[in-house]
């Protein structure tokens, strides 16, 4: 019947769908909403607005044409908020057209001019760990955003990457300026010193956007997850050509594979050595003539179909391609995160032009992007006990952010490992507690 | 909604593979005037933490950027090039009226912060006070319980009598505080039209966009008064509104086809299932092919046709 049917579509029923929290970014909000927030308040306070009522169509009533503007207005009027910084706590970073730079000789101190003399000659190299593809300075790092974010130099300076020092300024939470050589004075092209000409939105991306491998849909990824509260780095697979670093290490797969030798183990391999299984299918059974002494036997003789298994060590395929490589690590806000020294990401993620490319990532690309993956095995103790969330899980995963002008869509591909949960070897009380998978809201 | 009127054409920032908008006045103009939404994808510097509500700049999709090009409403400027080549070719002149101007602002700016903040203090002040004479008048009733009538008007008359006195106090120190002038908030403008020009030079002008092929169905439901938006979240490739995303839902789950090309009949299920399931038609719609452009062979926005798909129940 066609009728119920539909009305199940309409109708959340009571499991799966009653999960899907309403995504409100998923759709333009009225802007009406907003100016509820009161922006007296600090902004991290403000809770975000419910989602308003909308008309099913336009209608010639001045009522709605009221709305309709009102609404426009508030948009208006939340776009056009200025980004002002108190000569207090103003953050002033210093945009270095040719990348990390040492600070000019004259402005260093007397006692810091005897080790100068190297960094002049060859100033890119001697300014420390700072990322060849760092752009802005800051000399006055004064916010919490810096413990996640920024390289420091020997001169105390902090070096932000270009999405970094663009996501900052558009929070309005930094204020870059153009240096010297940029705005028309008379200088060498190197020199990166204040102009105190503040760098408009525009003149940021239009400097920021497309340096160094970032481009506007990698940061669409970065703010989007950024404003979320995650800490987000690059990835080794950020250069399209650079080899990726072996992120592949055999850590855990071994002590996986060394499993359940335990006396029943024992017993099994004397049994097994007992009555031989026969490998001759075409004569007989598929199970074999003999003595069977379990159901597990019999099943396991039974599996003949050969099937992938995730934990062993392949050599390795060809290295993944671009578009489909890691180029993010993301942390969650609850990740100890620590600049010095990061910890493993929680999520890896790839991102793909949706207008680039428009077909879903073949097997080859896939597997390869899968296998510049660590292994991640479904090890926790609530997925010991969940077959369906081992499954969900997989041994191996990544993100797939899919831009398609602007707006982002994230998919969730792993690698789950059928062949490895045999279901004959589960007890029956396992299965009670059923775990149905959520439906992913995007 | 703005005084100003908008200078024609409004320049369409190219940066790293996509078009920008970064001036609200042309976002709003084209938004109210020509049904261009594009997509806001940056920070509001207000509210910097949640992705609901977004700010400065606006992507437009080149479909988008190329209809208004189409139009005569916008033109593309290769901003990397164009703000490179501004900046540099500014003058002592040039800078130092920028930054006088910037400093009038962020003047401004500091002494509308200062006055708000004055103007809430006072507000926290009386709130603190409206309370305390709240639960006196509440005490003294409570003491004066039998005799009711004379207790009200003895707890009225202090509260009233202190209030003046008090408003009186706070307004004079009010107008002592001045907002201190000589600092300025530093301001990130939104734009670089000053310093520089709004007008790109014509040497920083790009050709009109490249786009999909989809584009003529895109242009022939824009000419019908659609709304579009970018759809792949969705399933399509487009959303179509039937008024201001703002205050509408959508309509259409739009997907373009060739002239010739053979549909999947699996392909028009899911499609069909998608919309109805979201109450939304699934429109599907291409043009024939009659013009030949530099792009390739492009259809003519008049001659698509365009067919919905709905799952009826029977």
Known sequence: MADTDEAAIHMPSQDGSAHIEVDLSDETQDFRMLSNISFLSDGSQASIPKRGEKDFEPNPTLYQADVLSASRQ????????????????????VYAPIGPVAPPPTTSNLESIT??????ESPSKAIGNVHPDACVYVANPKSNLFKTMGQADRWNRIWLLPEEALFMLERGSLNIHWPRSEVGYDEDEHSVEDSEIPMSLQAAYAAFASRGGLNSERFSVYTGLRRLGYTVTRAPGWDDEAEEASSNEPQASENIRQQGAG?????????KWLCPPSSNTALGPVAGVGFHRSYDDIYSKLSIIPWYDPTANLNPGSPAQAPYRVVFHVYKPSTPFKKSAPPAPDFRIAVVNARAHTSFPTLSQLGALLESTPLDPPSSEKMSRQLYMRLRHGYRNVILAVVDEGVVSYLRISEAAFGKEKL???????NKTQYRPKPKGR | MESDPILLPIPISYIAGSYFLFSIDAVTYLRREHHICGVLSGTLPQIPQQNVFLGLPLKLMPEEARLLVEKGVACIVDEVNAQRAGMRALAADDRRKYLRELEAQGAHAMRLQTSRKELQREEALRKVQAKKAAAAAKKAGADAAPDAAGATAGSDEPA?????SRRASTTTTNSEIHAPYGTTMG?????SHPPLPYSPATSTTLPPPAVPPSYPLFAHLHADGYYLSPGLRFGCQYLAYPGDPLRFHSHFLVVAADWDEEL??????????????????FLIGGAEHTRADDAGIMGEPESVRTFSVEWAGM
């Open chain 2, 187 to 191: 301001i990130t403008p939104a734009t």
């Open chain 1, 263 to 271: 006396l029943a183990g024992i017993y099994s391999r004397f049994m």
């Open chain 1, 424 to 430: 004959y070897k589960q007890k029956a009380v396992a």
């Open chain 1, 115 to 120: 080790e100068e003399t190297q960094p002049t």
């Open chain 1, 74 to 93: 508030a948009m208006h009027n939340a776009l056009s908020y200025p980004r002002i910084h108190h000569p207090k706590n103003q953050i002033v970073g």
């Open chain 2, 264 to 281: 999947d009949l699996m392909a028009l299920v899911a499609g069909g299932r998608l919309g109805t399931g979201v109450k939304k038609g």
């Open chain 2, 160 to 164: 009233a009598t202190e209030n003046p």
